[in-house]
């Protein structure tokens, strides 16, 4: 039963922010949120759709791929949109209905129009760009390496950096395990007459319960074993440990962390000097 | 020489403790691996042969007797972790299932976390993962995903892993046991390979065609050693294995059925089927011969 799990969305076509340290890449999505959260005016958010649109291009996943990213979300998209359009209050009146009478009024302003377009285009650049330098552009290996080295500062607080990235290792590791494993199981419940697919919600939720609980089991024989391995291979945490493959930020690196801080320094700086329509 | 590994009267038990033993999972066991040996450990389920190999990395501690690695003891006083990291980093351990040792989501990186664990500066790293995958033949596998490699090459990862170590001793815990017969074969000519470069191997298995492959085959029961020596002259003491519930190698049971029905005296040891299917051949037309000459 060999499933062709892809953790992750990784698509590798090795472009430039495929290679950059994924440091740098964790710094610039930071930047990229706050700035999104900060922009008001319409001209920022047609400069970070700019960024975003050029991300793409240089990463070279197609597009279609990103677009296809944002499919599960497009409910949640529509329905603020949706919300905003009802609820903002602005000066332009368009359109206006009473429903019920004294006591519900439909009202819909022009800057609520407005307001749900540039809400739903936030929704969207977040997105894609999240997407695109985390899933599609660096693999989840390089991810927990970049927070593991990127975070190595807070050890000094006592934050337990590196014990967190090695159960994140461990969890991608046995994602794929895990359900070969839950298919196996499911398999020899069906071979004995379990009927997972018919009945309401209480009874097909009844039926799960002989998968999830051979399922933990052998999570726990599975985690008590791999436990004995780790030591067998002197593993004792993070202390004194090396790294095979040892990240090291380059020049590219350092000019994207400060094409970073400009994009952000740019939306602050478009949202006070340019005259577009503001965000309410 | 010093022996690598050197029990001398060890007790283990799982249950119970020391004042209360109750059954015994290794008992007075005393026994000399020495360097650059390819022994066997075979056994019966619940024969005390997994609980011997745990006890020789460290993993379980025994509760009276002692163990010496290369002439240090390791028993018998506060260990620091240092010692353990000592031992550990001598003799290394496959287990039986390839899926539960592996740490990582790409094979070298599995194969470098070991040398990582032990501090080695990472170029060196790199040379000792790119030798130990070049050894057991997985080179070409290894920025691929563990979960997609057959059992057989994941075991073969997990070898990688433990030979980046760079153990004196590598200590195969049933490690062919959830196999097909493929991956069985691949992971058993890699162990010759180690054995032969140099490598001392302690093969625990329920297999008897990997057993005779040894130089030494230790046959435990009850937490005993029930006989050990040439694999030649344990396996020809067909009825004896029997008694401990262990099968022999196929074709020392056929021709042993032989002989003993035809009172023939064609020799035990053969383990190759070629050579067994040739002496029974010959016995055959030379008793033929015989009636027709009669």
């Known amino acids: ?48 759709a700019l960024v975003v649109i050029a991300s793409v291009l240089i990463s070279r996943v197609p597009i279609r791929l990103v677009l296809k990213g944002l499919k599960p979300l497009v409910i949640i998209i529509l329905f603020t949109s949706v919300l905003n359009i009802f609820l903002t209050r602005g000066e332009e009146l368009l359109f206006t209905k009473e429903i019920i009478k004294d006591f519900w009024t439909v009202n819909i302003y022009k800057e609520g129009l407005i307001n749900a377009a540039l809400l739903a285009l936030r929704i969207i650049i977040l997105l894609m760009g999240t997407s695109v330098y985390f899933s599609y552009a660096t693999t989840p290996i390089e991810l927990t390496d970049g927070l593991e080295r990127g975070l190595a500062p807070l050890k000094k607080i006592k934050v337990p950096v590196h014990e967190f990235a090695m159960m994140m290792t461990i969890a ?109 | 020489m010093e022996p690598l590994i050197k029990f001398e009267n060890v007790c283990y038990t799982y249950t119970g403790n020391d004042a209360e033993p109750g059954m015994f999972a290794v008992h007075d066991l005393s026994l000399e691996i020495k360097e650059g040996e390819f022994v066997a450990i075979l056994g019966h389920n619940g024969s005390g042969k997994s609980t011997t190999a745990k006890l020789m990395n460290m993993i379980l501690a025994p509760n009276s007797g002692d163990i010496y690695v290369e002439g240090n003891k390791i028993t018998g006083r506060e260990l620091t972790d240092e010692d353990v990291f000592e031992v550990r980093k001598k003799i290394g351990m496959v287990f039986q299932n390839p899926d539960n040792q592996i740490v990582a989501t790409i094979v070298e990186e599995d194969v470098a976390f070991g040398p990582e664990n ?177």
């Open chain 2, 118 to 294: 032990l501090g080695v500066p990472s170029q060196e790293i790199r040379k000792r993962v790119d030798e130990a995958l070049d050894i057991v033949g997985m080179r070409e596998y290894a920025r691929h995903a563990p979960h997609k490699l057959s059992g057989g090459q994941k075991q073969r990862v997990a070898i990688a892993g433990v030979i980046a170590m760079k153990p004196k001793c590598i200590i195969f815990d049933e490690s062919t046991a959830m196999l097909d017969p493929m991956g069985r074969k691949e992971v058993m000519n890699t162990i010759r390979r180690l054995n032969k470069e140099g490598m001392t191997v302690i093969l625990i298995t329920h297999y008897m065609n990997e057993a005779v492959l040894a130089d030494r085959v230790i046959v435990m029961k009850s937490g005993e050693i029930y006989e050990q020596g040439d694999p030649k002259d344990v396996f020809c003491n067909v009825e004896r294995l029997w008694e401990a519930g262990l099968e022999v190698p196929q074709t020392t049971e056929l021709i042993f059925k032989l002989n003993k029905k035809f009172g023939w005296e064609i020799p035990l040891g053969v383990y190759d089927f070629d050579t067994c299917a040739r002496l029974v051949t010959e016995k055959i037309k030379e008793v033929r011969g015989e009636n027709v000459g009669n």
């Open chain 1, 1 to 48: 039963m060999a499933l062709d799990v892809t953790i992750g969305q990784y698509y590798g076509t090795g472009s430039v922010i495929h290679r950059l340290d994924p440091r740098a890449k964790l710094l610039f999505v930071l930047t990229f949120i706050v700035s999104i959260f900060v922009a008001k005016d319409v001209y920022a958010f047609a400069f970070l």
């Open chain 1, 172 to 280: 991608l590791r046995f994602i794929p395990t895990l359900i070969d494993e839950t298919i196996k199981i499911m398999n020899a419940q069906k071979a004995r007459g379990a009927d997972f697919s018919t009945g309401g919600l209480i009874k097909r939720a009844k039926a799960l319960i002989p998968i999830i609980i051979p399922l933990f089991v052998s999570s726990f024989r599975r985690a008590e074993e791999l436990a004995t391995a780790m030591e067998c291979r002197c593993y004792h945490g993070g202390n004194g440990r090396t790294r095979m493959n040892v990240l090291k930020m380059k020049i590219r690196d350092y000019v994207f962390i400060f094409l970073s801080l400009t994009m952000l320094a740019g939306v602050i700086l478009i949202n006070i000097y340019a005259n577009g329509y503001k965000l309410l």
